[in-house]
């Protein structure tokens, strides 16, 4: 079963709006992260922003937000101001385990972001 | 504080050839994993190591593949007799022990002729 689905396979926004993307996941286990990265054109990953299971407040990284909705099941990525240089391809990637030692992660399929002028 | 570095950045082999990716995990890290992507695809895990021992290897090939990371130098993913479905970029990713995140490396674009 899928354990990160991301339902948008592309995505547009004008520059300078926000844009929402989408992330849900499934897992049993009570302790658990979400992450999301971007990966340019160039290849590299690029960490984002990260969301605990047991956090209280949604995360926020400068322009970035997660959306978490712990019942729902969902981590969505929020960017505001929307720059040319966000246009990439973004990937939600959950670990799951307690004390975040050494579990791999699990990424969704991602959705390509492409910001207009 | 220098990233993960993985190299080389871009590899071509023929197959049946062998090749070995390196990768050097960031400053304090002593966790290190390795995960694939293929083209238009998220990354697959593939094996996560500490110093000499793997820890999880439950997304590799059963053949042909084989990941080590010594007491001393860089990890290694080694892939045997390569094939054309081989071809991906192949990402490094390390942590510290108790850790929030992973951080990447550049990757290896791995291409067999």
């Known amino acids: 079963a899928q354990k990160i689905t991301q339902t948008q396979p592309g995505m547009f926004v004008q520059e300078k709006e926000a844009v929402t993307l989408d992330c849900t996941y499934d897992t049993s286990d009570p302790s658990y992260g979400l992450f999301w990265y971007k990966q340019p054109s160039s290849g590299e990953m690029i960490f984002l922003i990260y969301q605990g299971s047991y956090d209280q407040q949604n995360a926020t990284e400068g322009r970035y937000s997660l959306n978490f909705q712990k019942a729902r099941k969902s981590a969505n990525l929020v960017i505001s101001a929307s720059q040319l240089g966000d246009s990439a391809m973004y990937f939600c990637?959950?670990?799951?385990?307690?004390?975040?030692?050494?579990?791999?992660?699990?990424f969704g399929p991602g959705t390509r972001l492409s910001v207009l002028p | 504080n220098a990233g993960v570095m993985q190299n080389p950045r871009h590899l071509v082999r023929r197959r049946g050839q062998e090749a070995r990716l390196r990768c050097s995990p960031m400053?304090?890290?002593?966790?290190v994993y390795w995960y694939r992507q293929l083209p238009e695809e998220g990354l697959k895990f593939m094996v996560y190591?500490?110093?000499?021992?793997?820890?999880?290897e439950s997304g590799m090939p059963k053949e042909r593949f084989s990941a080590e990371f010594p007491k001393e130098g860089p990890s290694i993913l080694r892939i045997q007799q390569v094939v054309r479905g081989d071809s991906a970029a192949y990402f490094c990713?390390?942590?510290?022990?108790?850790?929030?995140?992973?951080?990447f490396g550049p990757g290896t674009r791995l291409t067999v002729l």
């Open positions: 990637a959950m670990r799951e385990g307690r004390d975040n030692y050494g579990q791999n992660f699990v």
């Open positions: 400053k304090g890290h002593s966790h």
């Open positions: 990713a390390s942590s510290p022990p108790i850790a929030d995140t992973q951080y």
């Open positions: 190591l500490q110093k000499e021992n793997i820890i999880d």
